[in-house]
């Protein structure tokens, strides 16, 4: 098994749960560095200490957010090395430093510039923020796509990884487990937000007073427009699936369609996007 170790990034919040995991991953004679995380003094200092002399090979990013990328070029510039991320890094690259090879896998949804990375011969995946060690992952619009993070999920889970190392929160060992709790709790979140449509006849005044709980601590949260526009492109997933439409496909379309037009405005770009089932 790799010689896996964390410093977490002194950023704890609602979203970022303790703070960010920045991971040192052991490869013979060099490290890899994932995740460096914000930009911050006492962070670097951290990772420097934990270093203790060590050579970083390669310094890789999940996805471009401010909580896992700012720091990567300043640690780098340190130790001469490379910051590797999406697009330059792709689908399938393989990562070699010192004696391991990473796999990068795209993973989009959370965001469009997600990777994974994969230790094959250790059946471990760096998940970023697709899967967490606890709670849910954002997969808010416009950035985020559900139907494409449903497809990620079900990469995650064909590779039958052994253990999880996410961007947040401990490391999973039930990784199969969690994978399809993730999954079970998109899919319960699309039949939710359907039935809030459904009862709502389509119209915008009465969906906001909607509940839906995906998980405890969002217990209460309001249906909101973004909420709605998110789930109009995980319309295609269950037909991408399965080779069929699903019967109730094109009405919830049309009536997710409606309340996030009227909610936001009517924007042009926006109805074109809802048209055509992205978001």
């Known amino acids: 098994m790799t010689e896996v170790s964390r410093v977490i990034a002194p950023n704890p919040g609602p979203y970022t ?108 995946i760096f998940t970023g923020d697709l899967v967490l060690g606890q709670g849910s992952s954002m997969v808010t619009y416009p950035e985020g796509d559900v139907a494409a993070y449903l497809r990620s999920l079900d990469r995650l889970a064909a590779l039958q990884p052994r253990i999880l190392f996410p961007g947040h929160w401990d490391p999973v060992t039930e990784a199969a487990a969690k994978i399809e709790e993730y999954r079970h709790h998109r899919l319960e979140r699309e039949a939710q937000i359907l039935a809030e449509v459904n009862r709502g006849g389509g119209t915008a005044p009465d969906l906001p007073s909607g509940d839906v709980a995906p998980f405890p601590q969002t217990a209460g949260a309001r249906l909101t427009p973004q909420a709605a526009a998110s789930f109009v492109t995980q319309r295609e997933y269950p037909s991408q699936r399965e080779g069929h439409s699903s019967p109730r496909s094109h009405q919830s379309m049309q009536s997710v369609t409606i309340v996030c037009q009227q909610h936001l405005h009517k924007k042009p770009s926006l109805r074109e996007n809802l048209r055509d089932g992205r978001s």
């Open 17 to 124: 749960g303790p703070g960010t995991n920045t991971w040192i991953v052991g490869a013979g004679p060099v490290v890899v560095v994932i995740d460096p995380g914000p930009d911050d003094d006492a962070h670097l200092a951290a990772l420097n200490k934990r270093l203790s002399g060590k050579t970083v090979g390669v310094v890789l990013v999940t996805h471009g957010h401010p909580d896992h990328l700012p720091l990567a070029e300043r640690l780098a510039r340190q130790f001469q090395a490379t910051v590797q991320r999406y697009p330059e890094l792709g689908d399938a690259d393989i990562v070699r430093a010192g004696t391991l090879n990473l796999t990068a896998l795209y993973t989009p949804g959370h965001s469009a510039d997600h990777l994974c990375f994969l230790i094959a011969e250790d059946r471990a």
